[in-house]
């Protein structure tokens, strides 16, 4: 779609709470069109959670802007680097705790893939509808990827492609009890603090656990676990071991490993 291709539609009106609210989702808008950052900043006029605090036209503009404002998303349109990969992985080196939003001019399978896997939380074309795009950014600012129905294909495609591939001893490798339950919880949407109070241990033996489970079923992070009981139909109890006592666990002298994926395929 060309440049206008997220229509705003019709105006709407901004409910009278939307100036005192304390909390918004701060955006930056990094685009080469001026049109199409006029269309986002219209499009996010009128919702009470949005709110654009920079703009940026070239890669570096986007990079400074991503180390200077304070933002939860920087929306980063992929025709502005030679390489948009390696863009994305220098924007999220230097603002780690953001959440990286790649425009492309249309849907791109390779892209999709390869951004996804670095730790990109969202690819999405200019043919995306605005209220969908608006969406997507509240649950990208929440922490959760987010892939328009084809780029979910695209991944999953992907990955049982890659799980058809010679792994070994693979599938027969066995959970402990422990272990099982940690990966259902990371299954369900937990994050490592919920994991560890449900379990009763600490933030750093969860990521220890998971570190050992990536290393047996062969997978990356988070995304991988999930996909990789998707595919092999693994189901997982999570009553099937009861909380441990804090002290019962001692953390392994492990570094520790960042609780979400940003700009590597470490494990989380």
């Known amino acids: 779609?060309?440049?206008?291709?997220?229509?705003t539609g019709e105006p709407r009106v901004a409910p009278p709470s939307m100036e005192s609210r304390e909390q918004f989702i701060r955006v930056i808008v990094a685009d080469s069109q001026a049109i199409f950052r006029a269309g986002l900043r219209k499009i996010f006029a009128v919702e009470d959670d949005i709110r654009v605090v920079g703009q940026a036209e070239t890669l570096d503009q986007a990079i400074?802007?991503?180390?200077?404002f304070s933002a939860e998303i920087l929306i980063f349109e992929a025709a502005l680097a030679e390489n948009p990969i390696e863009a994305s992985q220098e924007i999220l080196k230097q603002a780690p705790a953001l959440r990286l939003a790649v425009v492309t001019e249309t849907p791109d399978q390779e892209l999709t893939l390869e951004l996804f896997r670095r730790g990109v939380h969202t690819i999405v074309s200019r043919e995306i509808d605005s209220e969908l795009f608006v969406d997507c950014l509240r649950s990208i600012a929440k922490g959760e990827p987010w892939l328009e129905p084809h780029a979910v294909k695209w991944v999953l495609e992907a990955y049982r492609t890659?799980?058809?591939?010679p792994h070994g001893t693979r599938s027969k490798v066995q959970?402990?009890?422990k272990e099982s339950l940690i990966v259902s919880c990371v299954t369900q949407g937990m994050k490592n603090k919920e994991i560890a109070a449900r379990v009763g241990t600490t933030e750093q033996v969860v990521k220890n656990y998971l570190r050992k489970v990536y290393d047996k079923l062969g997978v990356a992070?988070?995304?991988e676990l999930a996909l990789y009981c998707l595919n092999n139909r693994v189901i997982l109890d999570t009553k099937q071991a009861p909380p441990a006592a804090p002290?019962?666990?001692?953390a392994h002298p492990q570094s520790p490993v960042p609780e979400t994926a940003d700009t590597s395929k470490k494990p989380s």
Do not use: F, Q, V
């Open 175 to 177: 959970l402990t009890p």
């Open 1 to 7: 779609m060309a440049s206008a291709a997220l229509s």
């Open 64 to 68: 400074s802007a991503a180390k200077k």
């Open 221 to 223: 992070d988070r995304l």
């Open 247 to 250: 002290t019962a666990e001692p």
């Open 162 to 165: 890659h799980g058809t591939r």
